[in-house]
């Protein structure tokens, strides 16, 4: 089966630093895609991870590690279009299954 | 990077009606489309993936008779949700797998179906 683990909702202040966590357990495992999906539009890509460790993509990074089953995604010098949902996604022989999202709120 | 698109963006129908919903790769060929469906403040649900020339695969629980999927070409694929019910209503995205080194999916829009 499969199961994903992301928190909720989080709020950080405008010019912060946040840290969105995502734990897995699933039969099989290609790699893990974060996504941002603003309310009533399609998610877009972020990130992708299939090794363990950091990568880095301006204001936004990811992190895996495969043996803890365990991703975080990093926002640093929050903005306010930021506000959305985040969206951890495990892929497994080309399909790809979503955690719940977290609910990011940007306050000035 | 991909484009993919969806129509209509919305359509509100009454119920029992069928209702068919078009995505389309604009600038690549996608021989697998993915189809979800999202409920407010959940996430996406595989519906269904859709393979050009074949017919598609359905996850458990999706009706086959209910949401036909037609993956006519490389670029277009048809949802068409027949007999369309109020607790169908939902966002129905569709995605597009542009065979990258890592399966990297472009979603479309998405559709916001509302059922009467």
């Known amino acids: 089966g499969q199961n994903i683990d992301q928190p909720t909702e989080m709020t950080a202040t405008e010019g912060a630093i946040v840290q969105i966590n995502c734990t897995y357990q699933?039969?099989?495992?290609?790699?893990l895609f974060w996504y941002q999906q603003h309310a009533g539009e399609a998610p877009t890509f972020l990130s992708y991870?299939?090794?363990?460790g950091l990568e880095e993509k301006g204001r936004f990074s990811s992190f895996l590690s495969r043996s803890k089953g365990y991703s975080y995604l990093l926002l640093k010098e929050l903005q306010m279009k930021d506000s959305a949902s985040y969206l951890c996604?495990?892929?497994?022989?080309?399909?790809?299954?979503f955690g719940d999202g977290t609910t990011l709120t940007v306050k000035p | 990077g991909a484009v993919v698109s969806q129509h209509p963006s919305w359509v509100i129908c009454k119920s029992g009606t069928s209702v068919k919903i078009e995505c389309r790769s604009l600038?690549?060929?996608?021989?697998?489309m993915f189809w979800y469906r999202q409920f407010p403040k959940q996430s996406l649900m595989l519906m269904a993936t859709?393979?050009?020339?074949?017919?598609?695969?359905?996850e458990q629980g999706v009706e086959k008779d209910k949401f036909l999927i037609n993956h006519a070409s490389l670029t277009l694929s048809t949802l068409t949700v027949t007999s369309a019910h109020p607790e169908d209503s939902s966002f129905y995205i569709c995605?597009?797998?542009?065979?990258?080194?890592?399966?990297?999916?472009?979603f479309g829009p998405g559709t916001r179906l509302t059922v009467l």
């Open positions: 995605s597009a797998d542009t065979r990258s080194s890592y399966n990297e999916q472009f």
């Open positions: 699933t039969s099989g495992f290609n790699g």
């Open positions: 991870n299939v090794l363990d």
């Open positions: 600038d690549f060929q996608a021989t697998t």
């Open positions: 996604a495990v892929t497994n022989a080309g399909k790809s299954t």
């Open positions: 859709s393979n050009e020339g074949s017919k598609a695969t359905y």
